[in-house]
């Protein structure tokens, strides 16, 4: 005989992401940087800005991709680390820091932390090979 399953069970067990101390997401594609991520123009005398359509679309995907990955959830405050491909896709340089908050963001979107002002510690590196990933991302749990 098979015992029913409560909605809060189903969550649980299916939909909501357990809580874990840490995760490790790889992304395929370069975030924009932050300096594209919004748009702005004038409406009826006001400035109006909105996200830009390439991050939105980035984010969609970025989104998408990490929740595929099914890592769980990190609660409360934590350590983000990048490690992400230097020169992906061009020989044009990017500044480190202006992909920290994409991918914060779609952290956030995705479920894998409740809030990017809970980031504690943030680190950002280039590295040279990352067997084509755009970056690699871990998330773990600060202590006390």
């Known amino acids: 005989m098979t015992e029913r399953m409560s909605a809060k069970q189903y ?4 939909v909501e992401p357990k809580a874990v101390s840490s995760a490790r997401i790889v992304i395929t594609n370069m975030p924009p940087s932050a300096n594209g991520l ?52 061009s020989k ?24 990017d002002c809970l980031a504690e510690c943030v680190t950002a590196r280039w590295v040279d090979d990352l067997q084509g990933h755009a970056a690699v991302i871990d998330v773990e749990v600060c202590d006390g």
Not at 11 to 14: G, S, V
Not at 96 to 104: E, G, L, Q, R, V
């Open 11 to 14: 969550r649980e067990q299916f």
């Open 38 to 89: 919004r748009k702005s123009f004038i409406k009826e005398g006001k400035v109006i800005s909105v996200k830009s359509d390439g991050y939105a679309d980035w984010r969609k995907a970025a989104v998408s991709e990490i929740t595929s990955q099914a890592v769980g959830k990190v609660e409360g405050p934590y350590r983000l680390s990048i490690v992400a491909q230097r020169h992906w896709r």
């Open 92 to 115: 044009r340089a990017r500044d480190i820091d202006n992909i920290i908050k994409p991918i914060s963001d779609a952290l956030v979107k995705a479920g894998i932390v409740e809030d």
